[in-house]
Nanobody
Framework: QVQFVESGGDLVQPGASLRLSCADSPFGFSIYAMGWYRQAPGKQREMVASISSGGSTYYTASVKGRFTISRDNTDNTLYLQMNNLKPEDTAVYYC????????WGQGTQVTVSS
């Protein structure tokens, strides 16, 4: 099973911006709803944002207004633009299809610290 490849994580200061990318295989990417998830140390993985095949989006309350999820179906890539980052955004970020979910990738580390 082809895994997702997440990238773009970094160590940044509060208030900074990052853009995460998730590369998927070309087989069926455009028909699946996709999501970004994150897992902070000692916490369960949670969904941060999702986007349907048609472009409808959902955001968890803590990131609404700061994060933007988007997708490029021609390039089979999912994006997460993160602005005004806060220390509580520190986590490993993953992408996955919503239904059915597939094998998790390795994720990309985002650390927000002064």
């Amino acid at each position: 099973q082809v895994q997702f490849v997440e990238s773009g994580g970094d160590l940044v200061q509060p208030g900074a911006s990052l853009r995460l990318s998730c590369a998927d295989s070309p087989f069926g990417f455009s028909i699946y709803a996709m999501g970004w998830y994150r897992q902070a140390p000692g916490k369960q993985r949670e969904m941060v944002a999702s986007i349907s095949s048609g472009g409808s989006t959902y955001y968890t309350a803590s990131v609404k207004g700061r994060f933007t999820i988007s997708r490029d179906n021609t390039d089979n890539t999912l994006y997460l633009q993160m602005n005004n980052l806060k220390p509580e955004d520190t986590a490993v970020y993953y992408c996955n299809s919503l239904s059915p979910p597939r094998a998790w990738g390795q994720g990309t580390q985002v650390t927000v610290s002064s």
